[in-house]
């Protein structure tokens, strides 16, 4: 089973950028879809972003497309949200989780594991 830990939250004002990074182990993250998700303060939880697994399709949530860039690096088996120009409504725990399937999917009942999550809080 993947073991996933989360890092690279913090506090960033508005504008400013964060580089999420979501480790694995246990097994190799190529061989998985891959989504990030965050919760917001009184908020559902919301699929921002996936991966499909090895080199397919990316989605993004209308909110953030030409903000955030998901991507892997294989090597490091690990994979990155980068995000910029951020805006305080993108204050929330991020999450990211995997699901052994070709396709990614930004809905969080597909992905059966999850990483403990990373806070992310913009404000001035």
């Known amino acids: 089973q993947v073991q996933l830990v989360e890092s690279g939250g913090g506090l960033v004002q508005p504008g400013g950028s964060l580089r999420l990074s979501c480790a694995a182990s246990g097994d190799t993250l190529d061989n998985y879809a891959i989504g990030w998700f965050r919760q917001g303060p009184g908020k559902e939880r919301e699929g921002v972003s996936c991966?499909?697994?090895?080199?397919?399709?990316?989605y993004y949530v209308d909110s953030v497309k030409g903000r955030f860039t998901i991507s892997r690096d294989n090597a490091k088996n690990t994979v990155y949200l980068q995000m910029n120009n951020l805006k305080p409504e993108d204050t929330a725990v991020y999450f990211c989780a995997v699901h052994f399937r070709f396709g990614c999917t930004l809905v969080a009942g597909s992905y059966p594991d999850w990483g403990q999550g990373t806070r992310v809080t913009v404000s001035s």
């Open positions: 991966i499909s697994r090895r080199g397919g399709p990316t």
